[in-house]
């Protein structure tokens, strides 16, 4: 099919926000490095999935419900709701369904921002934050992170600054908090982030972003979900693509204040999230030995890699997510990415977050870890 020319300049009708948008780009695909380079024998550790998979709870459930895909999904996610509800003990009317995590930070958006407010996040957050605020037609600001040589959390989100930020512009009406945070694994203990929640004026929805939540072990780490009564601007987001092992499911839910939910599911599509996946979600809720699993490998894995690092003297961001964030020394993050390709192994460079020397790895089983250090140890030696 011939393409024809235009004389009309079709991307400068779209809003100006919308215009200016730089879009997002995920970890390559094991599909799309073997169709350019004909590798094989790949392992992807560059979108933090689990390396376990999927719950095997979910899988038997999706395949039983595989007879009912010509009805739409329930539009509500009534038994999921329930599902989440029962586990946390909290109210389905608390509950809001996304089409993974990331679907619920654009709803957030929509629901809050305008040209003429503005969205506040730190210095190295995750980018979509930065997206969907700008599709909304939102300013921008961006709070200085703790710089690199600070002693307890280098690369963190520094909450006085975040606090600053917000009371010097009264447009502002959305706050981006991901705790932990990708892409540096950084994370804000629980004394700080109440003190933070304590600060914000009520009339600024915070939207606390907890999607690598359940692989933390530090019991200084906070659980926003406790606050949710006492800080009724508060939503918190979680995921099922992580720990859970769902990524290519996209499920995801917030949880808040009724109010806060009712607004949201105005936003909201009625059948963002599919007949499959509300299924896995509700199984994948009560294989509790698949989650300790999982958190299992991930702590034996940062180990490895902790190790790795000191016999290397290779430079990381301390971290308590399924990740970790290395410096390379002597090249660009991009070029030791690239070599990498051609030993079969994908992980994320990050010099769009302002981290050009660094790598963002997933960690993954033992044998991954391996592949990847040794790799990463003959690259940055070439």
Not at 14 to 22: C, D, I
Not at 283 to 312: I, P, R
Not at 315 to 342: D, H, M, W
Request: proline fraction near 7%.
């Amino acid at each position: 099919m011939k393409l024809m020319p235009s004389n009309l300049d079709y991307r400068s009708l779209a809003v100006k926000g919308v215009q200016k948008l730089h879009p997002y780009q995920p970890g390559k695909p094991i599909e799309e490095l073997e169709r350019e380079l004909g590798v094989k024998d790949i392992i992807k550790l560059a979108s933090n999935e689990n390396p376990l998979g999927s719950s095997p709870k979910a899988k038997a459930a999706m395949q039983a419900a595989l007879n009912d895909l010509e009805l739409y999904p329930d539009g509500s996610g009534y038994q999921l709701k329930l599902a989440i509800a029962g586990k946390f003990d909290l109210l389905p009317q608390q509950i809001t369904l996304g089409n993974g995590s990331n679907d619920l930070l654009e709803i957030v958006a929509r629901a809050y921002l305008t040209p003429g407010r503005a969205a506040v996040f730190s210095q190295y957050a995750f980018a979509i934050y930065a997206l969907v605020s700008q599709s909304a037609g939102a300013d921008l600001l961006t709070a200085e992170a703790f710089p690199p040589e600070h002693v307890t959390m280098p690369y963190g989100h520094n909450v006085d600054a975040l606090l600053k930020t917000i009371k010097d512009n009264p447009h502002t009406a959305l706050v981006f908090i991901s705790n932990p945070n990708n892409p540096t694994g950084t994370w804000i203990a629980r004394e700080e982030l109440y003190r933070f929640l304590k600060n914000v004026p009520p009339h600024v929805v915070v939207l606390l972003d907890e999607a690598y939540t359940e692989y933390v072990q530090d019991p200084a780490f906070p659980n926003g979900m406790l606050w949710l009564n006492e800080f009724p601007n508060l939503i918190v987001t979680r995921t099922f693509s992580k720990i859970y092992g769902l990524a290519g499911l996209r499920v995801g839910y917030s949880i808040s204040s009724p109010e806060i939910a009712d607004i949201l599911n105005r936003v909201r599509q009625p059948f963002n999230v599919n007949s499959l996946a509300l299924t896995a979600a509700s199984a994948a809720l009560e294989d509790d030995a698949f989650l300790q699993a999982s958190v299992t490998t991930n702590e034996a894995g940062l180990k490895q890699w902790y190790a790795a690092c000191a016999a290397h003297g290779w430079s990381y961001i301390p971290t308590v997510g399924n990740f970790i964030t290395v410096k390379v020394e002597g090249k660009t993050g991009a070029q030791v990415y690239e070599a990498l390709l051609r030993e079969g192994v994908i992980v994320r460079p990050i010099g769009g977050y302002g981290l050009p020397q660094h790598l963002r790895i997933t960690v993954g089983t033992e044998a991954q870890n391996t592949r990847c250090i040794k790799a990463l140890d003959k690259v940055l030696k070439a």
